[in-house]
């Protein structure tokens, strides 16, 4: 296998620094890493795009001497066409939209000027990034056919046409100037026929969180591809991390990239935003570097994080997960998508107040003080938990005041239940000291001020009470006793 590595996702809203980026490119390759791509989006102030370089951006002068120094090889991970939502939703950059998304914002492939842009990144990028790859994303276009443009052409050459007319001289344009692009395979799968146009030198980059890639690659090794098979730190869907999800999940790609001649693997990591970050979960990825060389995962872990992460990772990665199927993995970070995705707290009581207002919550703290780690950092993930609970019980513990129509105490001790978020806060905070979300302490003084503003609603009710639920629910207005908006999201 020629190459090993991790993806950083400095996307989203990392602002990670040169120190900070230095000593992970460096604890990479003692690692055992040979490769770390730096997964950009918009986070890269690229020359083209000013309206997009927001504070904390990764500059070209700091990439610039990150790739000189660096113990292992820098690929730049772009995106040309879906996940481009950082750049539309800068000012002045809102034409670049296909249209409306719920999910990953794509650009229109159809409009010239959008072509021009998506090669100004690339350009940008190749000034900057030596390395002989350039990945262009790819992923998760799921609007395709959707603009007034691109409709009819979706009639005539079908979505994989469009796809592959947008991307095929993107490829042979990157080829004609001695890189080789990549592409992230998950649209291929989709679309198989796009395989057909597009250069064969293209690597394609075959990732499955959930399961080994071993079906699909073939099909690409079939077709004459190289692939990298990617797998991923299940922290994008957890609380903290699904321990025993993500060891499978590495070892499932290796052997079937091993089993494949593949080019290489990648371990990808995403997402460390809405309340989980880097710092808390770094020995994990680090430790599948051993792994990827061939150490068992219980002597990579202890080697990269010590046994005070050791102890913390049993509890929080398997003891706690395994106290209830809410946690466990599969369940797509309910906690979470419940309280700060949401931008709601309410909604993690509304979900998970029967468990953890009971035994489940219980055990859970009973867990989760049994972390004693001197750094704050492996301290966190067990403390988010706490915090969580902590919530929901004050918030059930209010709310009963409530049915039971003491509305004054119940608005009293929201207040005081509105302070668990404090911690947040201050945890927040602390992450985005080191280089960590630059939105989480916003998020953290949001779900404050949601449940101050709930206390208040309560405060203001006279002669008749609307159902907890529906009181509490950021859709609320006094008078519509119908709340039919409440019911909706
Ligand atoms: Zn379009």
Avoid at 297 to 314: C, H, K, R, S, T
């Amino acid at each position: 296998m020629q190459v090993t590595g991790w993806t950083i996702d400095i996307a989203r809203e990392q602002s990670l620094s040169e120190t900070t980026l230095r000593d992970w490119l460096s604890r990479s390759s003692r690692a055992g890493y040979d490769a770390v791509g730096l997964y950009l989006e918009h986070r890269y102030a690229f020359p083209s795009a000013p309206q997009a370089a927001a504070p904390g951006s990764l500059t070209p002068a700091v990439a610039a001497s990150l790739v000189a120094d660096s113990p292992v090889r820098v690929v730049p991970f772009l995106n040309t066409l879906g996940h481009m939502e950082g750049f539309m939703r800068s000012e002045g950059l809102q034409w670049l939209s296909e249209g409306h998304s719920d999910g990953s914002a794509q650009m229109c492939p159809s409009r010239p000027k959008c072509v021009e842009f998506a090669r100004g990144l690339v350009s940008d990028a190749m000034e900057v990034f030596t390395d002989e790859w350039v990945h262009l994303g790819g992923d998760e276009t799921r609007q395709l056919g959707q603009c007034s443009l691109c409709e009819p052409r979706a009639l005539e050459v079908g979505k994989a046409g469009i796809y592959a007319e947008y991307f095929a001289p993107l490829c042979e344009w990157i080829l004609a100037q001695g890189r080789r692009p990549c592409l992230w395979a998950d649209m291929l799968i989709e679309h198989p026929s796009v395989l057909e146009q597009l250069p064969k030198e293209t690597i394609l980059f075959d990732w499955h969180y959930h399961q080994s890639p071993i079906e699909s690659s073939r099909k690409f090794r079939d077709a004459g591809f190289d692939v990298v098979c990617c797998s991923a730190v299940r922290s994008y869907d957890s609380a903290w991390c699904h321990l025993d999800a993500t060891y499978e999940n590495i070892d499932a790609h290796y052997d079937a990239a091993t089993e494949l001649g593949a080019l290489g693997v990648m371990v990808t990591t995403w997402e460390f935003s809405y309340f989980t970050n880097y710092f808390s979960t770094l020995p994990i990825i680090f430790a599948a570097g051993r792994r990827l060389r061939g150490e068992e995962w219980a002597d990579a872990l202890l080697a990269e994080g010590g046994e005070e992460f050791v102890a913390m990772a049993e509890i929080v990665g398997r003891q706690i997960e395994d106290t209830t199927p809410f946690l466990a993995a599969g369940q797509w970070r309910k906690i979470r998508q419940n309280m700060v995705l949401s931008q709601d707290p309410f909604g993690l009581w509304r979900v998970w107040r029967h468990e953890a207002c009971g035994e489940i919550g219980a055990r859970i703290m009973e867990l989760a003080s049994g972390v004693q780690a001197s750094s704050p950092e492996y301290r966190y993930p067990a403390d988010f938990y706490r915090l969580c609970v902590t919530w929901v019980c004050r918030c059930e513990d209010a709310y009963h005041q409530y049915a039971a129509g003491d509305l004054r105490e119940a608005s009293a001790r929201l207040r005081k239940a509105s302070e668990v978020f404090d911690a947040l806060v201050d945890w927040m905070g602390y992450f985005a000291s080191l280089g960590g979300s630059l939105g989480d302490v916003h998020r953290a003084v949001r779900l404050k001020a949601r449940v101050v503003e709930v206390a208040n609603a309560i405060d203001a009710l006279r002669d008749y009470r609307p159902a907890f639920e529906v009181l509490s629910h950021p859709a609320y207005v006094p008078g519509d006793q119908a709340a039919w908006r409440t019911g909706q999201y």
